[in-house]
């Protein structure tokens, strides 16, 4: 049973990871299309914050800032929107704050 388990955490992790390779891909894509998309790896990521394992919630806050970065701060809404949405009960109300003040700080460095 233990291994099942680690390895549905290591398949989490590999799926997090491919999340940013998959955005570079579909922001070329028509606007429609790219909201479609970005709105179901969002959901993805939002998934694997649930977990209580701080190991994976951290990998998927690291991509969610690459992914932020690469859409830039129009698409900021969007994924906050997503994020209030699938983390609403319990602890998961303190992962969805540490991750949008994460976020949140990652716009204003990059912006200076």
């Known amino acids: 049973m233990k291994d099942v388990i680690t390895s549905n955490y290591k398949e989490k992790k590999i799926r ?3 999340a940013t390779a998959i955005t570079k891909v579909i922001r070329r ?11 179901r790896i969002i959901r993805n990521i939002s998934e694997v914050l649930k977990s209580r394992d701080f190991e994976i919630r951290n990998n998927a806050r690291k991509v969610l ?5 690469l859409t830039g701060p129009y698409f ?3 994924i906050i929107k997503e994020l209030s949405y699938m983390l609403k009960r319990g602890y998961q109300k303190h992962i969805l704050n540490y991750t949008i ?3 949140l700080k990652n716009m204003i460095i990059k912006d200076d």
Do not use: C, N, R, T
């Not at 800032?65 to 970065?69: A, H, K, L, N």
């Open 16 to 18: 997090v990871y491919a």
């Open 29 to 39: 894509l028509p606007l429609k299309v790219f909201a479609i998309e970005f709105h």
């Open 101 to 103: 003040y994460l976020l």
């Open 76 to 78: 900021l809404f969007m």
């Open 65 to 69: 800032i690459e992914i932020s970065s």
